[in-house]
């Protein structure tokens, strides 16, 4: 009998043991796969067929940039719902050779022909999400060979050549990705030639069918061959031209022909030992600074990830810093940020001291009284070089409009204006619009750290700055930091001219204890369920003592690191 149950005994802790190591739980209320390690180079995407591609470019002897480019490319093909040549880019690239970090804007300019004045005349409160007066010049072709000029090794045919191929033979949807193309139809559907790009059978494509966009192939082919100026100043910026203007628009082909990429210095602030850079405005990069400022000032360590007094800090914080957003984050060429200001020390102790620990806030003012979904990636390469690289279309797939045999959807940046008068991001001809999405950089004694990012809207940077939180001060690895439940604000004043009102909303994720939720509510949040609006991770950490890279990918989506 005494045999029997040692023998039952040993068996049951054989099992135990192996589903543990199958599931791997890492936290009280969340799991996470393991990181992935490797030597040669490291590629984080979305998506897995846009990972595999880059690391083949890796293979080939590219450059990061390279793999970045063949990456980005890939995802405007099979992720259209989140980016593509229709939109912008920015970008933060870590140079081994000059042991710099370089910032690259390639946000496009209002058309200059379309004035505030003509909105107002219109009886527009707001710039329309949809249709052809959103649009802005899309910056991310300039944006590739910008870097390329810069960074790159092989030539921009043999790093379109994968993108060209899936467009012209096909690839399989996701499910994810199917979700959301049907998803697009009611809202944007409508527009001309959007369904002969996209529903050449007469419906979106479902999970698992091929999907070929040959027009995207051939518009790749064309830029790979015949260089930026074909997109900027060809046939691509004149069929845009004609579109836009046949819709209502405003777009021309001597905005796109006068478009430039900048590039830029970014910005950091300390945080408990580490460097976290950003890119400055027209982004909203500097509003993670502003907050993880605020939190430096207590021992966020001691309270807990699942801990009230943590979210109810970290919602405040993200409250202040967006009050400075809504009335200060504009295009600098028109305006004197007052970036050093905001992302000091000082500032952030005087922001700090306008916290209630045990009260939420129903309204800040922003604090300096002067005069006034997206794609994510990341690749590192065997020289030391890093690329965090972030594109997008806004509000998934853009305005909507589809020009002819082209094979994108131009975006609707402009929507991000205000046309309320003497603000910062107030509409003007030739203008860059408030932008959302923003690449992230952390260093350590002035070495690479990580390349990281977090997609959507404005979760950005409240995703920024909890993966930064996690790792730092709750201990994390660097797929725990993405994997862990996120917290969500929404409804703080927007650079687009709404109010807060009531102190906003605060949405968990699932995982957080019904104690915290209700003690959240004592303190005076406002709190509601959801699911969806948390945002997709990737990231890429250095280790200088093994010398090999760390990657993780977004478990929330179709994400996959690889390196080899």
């Known amino acids: 009998m005494q045999k029997s149950y040692l023998y039952l005994t040993m068996i049951l802790t054989a099992i135990v043991s192996l589903v543990s190591g199958q599931d791997r739980i890492t936290g009280h209320n969340f799991a996470s796969r393991s990181e992935v390690i490797a030597q040669n180079g490291m590629v984080a995407t979305s998506h897995p067929l846009a990972t595999q591609a880059a690391l083949d470019i890796l293979k080939l002897g590219g450059s990061a940039v390279d793999a970045a480019i063949t990456a980005n490319a890939m995802l405007g093909l099979m992720e259209p719902t989140g980016c593509g040549i ?37 009886g527009y409160e707001y710039i329309p999400s949809f249709g052809a007066l959103p649009v802005s010049v899309p910056g991310t072709v300039d944006g590739w060979f910008e870097m390329h000029d810069k960074f790159g090794k092989l030539d921009m045919q043999a790093i379109l050549q994968p993108a060209i191929k899936y467009g012209r ?78 819709n209502g628009g405003f777009l021309s082909y001597e905005d796109m022909a006068a478009h430039t990429s900048t590039w830029i210095d970014p910005v950091s ?51 202040l810093a967006y009050e400075d957003r809504a009335w200060y984050y504009a295009d600098m060429d028109f305006n004197p940020v007052p970036v050093e200001k905001l992302i000091s020390k000082e500032y952030a102790a005087e922001r700090r001291e306008l ?86 950089f952390i260093t350590k004694d002035d070495e690479p750290y990580m390349s990281f990012g977090v997609m959507g809207g404005d979760m950005q940077p409240q995703g920024h700055a909890q993966i930064v939180v996690n790792m730092i001060d709750f201990g994390m690895n660097l797929q725990e930091a993405g994997d862990a439940p996120r ?70 989506k179709d994400g996959q690191a690889a390196g080899y």
Do not use: C
């Open 355 to 440: 916290i209630n620990p045990d009260r939420a806030a129903r309204q800040y003012d922003p604090g300096i009284h002067e005069s006034p979904n997206t794609i994510y990636l990341t690749v590192a390469d065997k020289d030391g070089n890093m690329v965090s690289l972030i594109q997008s279309n806004y509000r998934g797939m853009g305005s909507g409009m589809t020009p002819p045999g082209l094979g994108f959807v131009i975006q609707n940046r402009g929507e991000g204006f205000t046309l309320k008068p003497d603000r910062f991001n107030t509409y003007e001809p030739g203008k860059r619009p408030f932008h959302t999405i923003i690449p992230g």
């Open 169 to 246: 033979n096909g690839f399989p949807v996701t499910e994810l990705i199917a979700w959301y193309l049907d998803r697009s139809v009611s809202r944007i559907g409508h527009y001309p030639n959007f369904k002969e790009t996209y529903m050449p059978d007469g419906h979106m494509p479902a999970k698992g069918e091929i999907f070929k966009n040959p027009y995207l192939a051939n518009t790749y082919e064309i830029i790979a061959r015949e260089g930026r100026d074909a997109f900027y100043k060809g046939d691509i910026a004149r069929t845009i031209d004609t579109y836009i203007k046949e």
């Open 86 to 122: 229709g939109g912008d880019l920015f970008a933060i690239i870590w140079d081994a050779e000059s042991q710099k970090l370089h910032g690259l804007n390639a946000s496009g300019r209002s058309p200059k022909s379309l004035t505030r004045e003509y909105f107002l005349d219109q």
């Open 487 to 556: 917290i969500y604000h929404t409804g703080s004043s927007e650079p687009t001219g709404q109010e807060m009102t009531n102190g906003g909303v605060v949405m968990l994720e699932s995982g957080f204890p019904y104690e915290t939720i209700r003690e959240l509510i004592h303190k005076g949040h406002r709190m509601q369920w959801t699911v969806g609006p948390f945002g997709g991770y990737q990231a890429i950490m250095w280790d200088p003592v093994n010398k090999v890279y760390y990657g993780a990918s977004e478990t929330r």
């Open 269 to 319: 602030a300390n945080y408990r030992g580490y460097d976290v850079w950003q890119l400055p405005p027209n982004g909203q990069g500097i509003a993670v600074l502003q907050i993880l400022n605020i939190l430096e000032g207590y021992d966020i360590a001691s309270m807990g990830l699942f801990s009230p007094e943590y979210i109810h800090l970290f919602v405040e914080a993200k409250k």
